[in-house]
């Protein structure tokens, strides 16, 4: 079964918006929240992560907001920009075990001028 | 550049042809990984190796096998293929230990298509 839900499957936002995409899990052993950014004839990069010991994560206009008890992640990118199109993947690490990295189904963000 | 190679960026190949994908990484990591990634799919982990030795196979098709002769380099051996392989094939690579297993680089992938 899919171990990480995602949504919207896409999102088209005016440049200077907010763009919210949403992520939520089941498994709490669940022990890191990376979230990764793919440009087209790229391989994803990652963006940014948090532990599930904090509730919110910011680097630079990219937060990740942590409800730790509704098992629900969720990327906002703020003031969006024509240069954050791309398809970013949410997903969840264990410390063990091989299979170590489960992602979500993929947002294709558009941010129009 | 995110220190992971891989070649060819696509491949074009029949139904009964061989051919092989190769990935290497130059940033010192010991885990490697195989993806698989088609539309509307949760990246799809193929294979995982730690130390040069494999510790996943994700119920994979007997037609992929991977190959890796040391921690740098990693290959995707294909062979009778079928067109739903087609897919772009990812390969990713990591430190392996503990907390940062979740901080995996990957290469630009190599488009597939199986005719």
């Known amino acids: 079964q899919q171990q990480v839900k995602q949504s919207p499957q896409s999102l088209i936002v005016q440049k200077g918006g907010i763009s919210i995409i949403n992520c939520a899990y089941e498994?709490?052993?669940?022990?890191?929240f990376p979230w990764y950014q793919q440009f087209p004839g790229k391989g994803p990069a990652l963006l940014i992560a948090i532990r599930p010991d904090v509730s919110e994560k910011k680097e630079g206009r990219f937060t990740i907001s942590f409800n730790k008890s509704a098992k629900q992640f969720s990327l906002h990118i703020m003031d969006s920009q024509p240069g954050d199109s791309a398809t970013y993947f949410c997903a969840a690490s264990l410390q063990t075990g091989a299979n170590n990295l489960f992602f979500g189904t993929g947002t294709r963000l558009t941010v129009i001028p | 550049e995110t220190g992971v190679t891989q070649t060819p960026r696509h491949l074009v190949m029949g139904m009964t042809n061989k051919k092989s994908l190769k990935c290497e990484q130059h940033?010192?990591?010991?885990?490697m990984y195989w993806y698989k990634q088609s539309a509307k799919k949760p990246l799809e982990l193929m294979f995982v190796y730690n130390f040069k030795e494999q510790t996943e196979n994700n119920s994979v098709p007997s037609r992929f096998s991977p190959e890796c002769p040391n921690s740098s380099h990693l290959f995707l051996h294909l062979h009778t293929l079928q067109p739903e392989d087609s897919a772009l094939y990812l390969c990713?690579?990591?430190?392996?230990?503990?907390?940062?297993?979740?901080?995996?680089?990957f290469g630009p992938g190599t488009r597939l298509t199986v005719t």
């Open positions: 940033l010192g990591h010991n885990a």
């Open positions: 498994n709490t052993a669940f022990d890191y």
């Open positions: 990713a690579s990591s430190q392996d230990k503990g907390i940062w297993r979740y901080e995996q680089y």
